[in-house]
């Protein structure tokens, strides 16, 4: 039952409420979450402070999964749980137990299974470039640093990024689409524009919540709509059109309290709260923030404020992808000091974490005149629209050129010894067949062909050539249900938490589709847990 489709009487008949479990915050790990109360026969109410959909429907719709899933073996793509255990260890590095880790990659397969059963669809088209996000083309592709050294050392290379059917970047909205679909026809209540202001305690044990929430109005749709997507790429019109549609909510909003055996929390991350982001993660402050203004840490706050720990809080992504085109990663990537940042075959978010944390955010990709005129024409056939529109950026305006390396370093303010070192090192790296930094040699070319270009990859370089994030930080949870700890490794009675409210398979290090993997996990896990709690 969607309360938004109800009458303004029934929306705020009774001031008290009563459920078995109330699920905060309605993206892929609140839907997932609600789904299997749902299917255990718990009495289900889901309270978001938007319309639904969160970073979510936000997302590229990128899940990942392997061990040998229907699409991968149609592929022709070999994995085992073991594989994809071994490298998912590399990239989590102990924010998860080995048990946890385990029990995600052997349960991967019955995943991809689930999400079909609700509706969402995937397709064996296998990506043959690498690439940040594919072309319509292709569903299935390496979305993390399978094939990049160290990681293609201790595990089988194998593709694990599989996208929901979809047009663009429409995939996430569709993908959470069928989740909160299955959701409301397994009966549970959805209210929309509800802010939870407090949890309810008695003897240690969470009874309940309180919250503010209102009807749904054409006008407070439109700016929040508004708001939502122009708030990742324009966050300055966005945030007005926010204030807009808040100040309405404001005017209309009415308090409400429920009863629950169980609440789990789900309202994703803090990146769209400034004070949380310089606080725990002041590297990441110019970043520019991808999610909704839902994410604002709340959910984190409402464990917190009834005794839960939390962890990896520092720990937030940020994605300077180089590719697509495939060209760009032909190059070097160099700090200000002209010194390597990493072997440019890296993840965007692995990438990016000695950009921000080794140069202050700023650097640059420097390339030669054959390799910028090969990524011209690979932009024609390798790019989304959105992708597109950042390359008209780069090619136009978003560049130094010079007709020597000594001048490009002057031009872009990079070492200039230190570039010309660099270059060197590579060049003589390329012909002795290793890069020193690792970089596959089929995507290694000498440096040599002038004019030679430097693109600015410094993470606020421009709104036209964003590198958004996200944080990855939350409570710590138990293994095997997802309830909430304290500070003594206590579980908190009644709470619970999944997706970015809690640590996660991602809260180390993210590859794309691992966030949402782990919200489907998570989710799953607390709602089947809260619903037993219930039945006891």
């Known amino acids: 039952m969607e309360y938004s489709k109800k009458s303004a009487k029934d929306y705020f008949g009774n001031t008290k409420e009563e459920f078995d479990i109330v699920v905060v915050g309605f993206g892929a790990a609140g839907a997932s979450a609600a789904i299997e109360a749902a299917n255990a026969g718990a009495k289900v109410l889901v309270l978001d402070r938007g319309y639904g959909g969160g970073a979510s429907a936000l997302s590229g719709g990128v899940v990942y999964a392997g061990g040998g899933t229907p699409y991968q073996k149609a592929a022709g793509v070999e994995d085992s749980p073991e594989n994809m255990f071994n490298y998912l260890k590399q990239e989590v590095v102990g924010v998860v137990s080995d048990k946890v880790l385990k029990k995600f990659c052997d349960g991967s397969v019955e995943m991809i299974s689930w999400l079909e059963k609700q509706g969402v669809q995937y397709e064996a088209s296998l990506c043959d470039y690498k690439t940040s996000y594919p072309t319509d083309q292709y569903y299935l592709y390496y979305s993390g640093n399978e094939k990049t050294w160290p990681y293609n050392e201790n595990a089988h290379p194998a593709a694990r990024g599989h996208r929901q059917v979809a047009k663009g970047m429409s995939s996430g909205a569709v993908f959470f689409g069928h989740l909160k679909n299955s959701a409301l026809k397994k009966g549970i209540t959805f209210k929309p524009l509800s802010y939870v202001e407090s949890l309810n305690l008695n003897d240690g044990k969470v009874i309940g919540l309180k919250y503010r929430t209102m009807k749904p109005t054409i006008g407070h749709r439109f700016y929040s709509r508004l708001g939502g997507k122009l708030g990742n790429w324009a966050p300055p019109v966005g945030r007005f059109f926010s204030n807009r549609a808040q100040k309405i909510w404001n005017r209309k909003s009415q308090s409400r309290e429920v009863s629950a055996s169980s609440i789990i929390l789900s309202a994703g991350g803090f990146m769209f709260n400034k004070e949380m982001v310089k606080t725990y993660g002041f590297a990441y402050r110019n970043v520019m923030p991808l999610g909704t203004i839902g994410d604002d840490g709340k959910g984190i706050m409402l464990g917190q404020s009834v005794g839960g720990n939390t962890d990896c809080m520092d720990r937030m992504t940020c994605w300077r ?141 421009s709104p036209f050539f964003p590198a958004p994030g996200l944080t990855l930080g939350g409570l710590v949870t138990d293994d095997d249900t997802g309830a909430v700890k304290d500070k003594n490794g206590n579980l908190i009675s009644g709470l619970y938490a999944a997706g970015r409210n809690a640590v996660g398979i991602c809260s180390n290090s993210y590859v794309s589709g691992l966030s949402l993997a782990d919200c489907i996990f998570s989710g799953r896990r607390a709602g089947k847990a809260a619903a037993m709690t219930k039945a006891e």
Not at 375 to 403: H, R
């Open 321 to 461: 992808f180089l590719s697509p085109p495939v060209a760009f990663m032909e190059g070097v990537s160099v700090g200000r000091n002209g010194n390597r940042i990493a072997n440019e075959d890296l993840y965007g978010a692995t990438f990016s974490e000695s950009l921000i944390h080794n140069h202050k955010g700023e650097g640059f990709a420097v390339l030669d005149a054959t390799s910028w005129k090969t990524a011209k024409e690979q932009a024609k056939t390798q790019t989304q629209p959105f992708q597109s529109a950042m390359l008209k950026y780069i090619f136009n305006l978003g560049y130094k050129k010079a007709g020597s390396l000594q001048e490009l370093a002057k031009k872009a303010g990079i070492n200039e010894q230190g570039l010309l070192d660099t270059v060197k090192a590579y060049n003589d790296g390329v012909e002795n067949g290793q890069d020193p930094a690792h970089k596959a040699m089929n995507l290694s070319r000498p440096i040599e062909n002038g004019p030679f270009y430097a693109i600015d990859i410094t993470v606020d370089a």
